[in-house]
């Protein structure tokens, strides 16, 4: 097998197994009715639990903790912790397949923060990948209608917020490896602070979706609910990306990128089988115009 055809299988499987993301968190909403910041602090909690033994056995010099980052970490959680709330929120109100989409809205605005942040170059390219990134959006969101505004807010504000957010986690991702932070050390101490900062808006009964006091803080779950949250931590949050990232061992990033695309077509179908879901043809064309957006910024990298 050639380094290309296993990066290619590296990716593709950690792209399905992420694309699942969605589907597990609308099915445990559902099904058990958990508060979505609940179950965004829980997610992020096990992920925890599962990378200081597998990072231990694996690498130990990855646990090792470097003071003076320690202020970037608890940036980069909070910034982890405001996604995952508002994505989670996202996939409440507006279904895994449209949660996952906006979430690919992040090209455009990735774009944006980057030229604020970083100076980079905004040419031809990436203010094309703005327009189509906004455009699409707008139409999967449906924040072109008042009627939407006034009858689904949440779903609105939170699909707007969750493509914003993703685009300034991925920029403290490149400030970590602008840092020389290994990204599973990154990741750990990322999603430790995001957990501490998650647990803290469950705190808060004003808040949708939270616990609202700490003896609410376990959820009420049975054996198979908490089955589905240790494979939805374990299986698309830590296997998904850590063979996405082992893909970049023999792929560029760029097709890596690409191939990420096919994430919310994945996510689509598995919400249609698994959820019943379905996508307006206003939603599915909106979809594919963000995709487009991801296509035309990666392909310019």
Known sequence: ????????????TGIVFWSTTGVFIGYLMTRYHIPALLLAFWRNLLVCFALVPTLFLVRRSLLRIDTAQIGFYLFSGLILALFNSVWVLAVKTNGAAVATVLEYSSAGFTALLARWLFKEALGLPKILAIILSLTGCVLVSNAYSPEMWRLNPLGVTT???????????????????????????????????????????????????????????????????WLILVILSFVPTLLGFGLYIASMNYLPVSIASLLATSEPAMTAVEAYIFLGERMSAIEIAGSLIILAAVVVRVDKE
């Open 1 to 12: 097998m050639s380094r290309f055809t296993k990066g290619y299988l590296l990716a593709l």
């Open 159 to 225: 699909g707007l917020l969750s493509g914003l957010l993703f685009a300034g986690y991925s920029l403290v991702g490149k400030e970590a490896a602008r840092r020389n932070i290994n990204p599973w050390t990154a990741m750990l101490y990322s999603f430790t602070a995001g957990s501490l900062f998650i647990l803290l808006f469950n705190l808060f009964p004003q808040l949708p979706g939270a616990a609202g006091s700490f003896p609410a803080l376990w959820p009420d779950l049975p054996a198979e609910g």
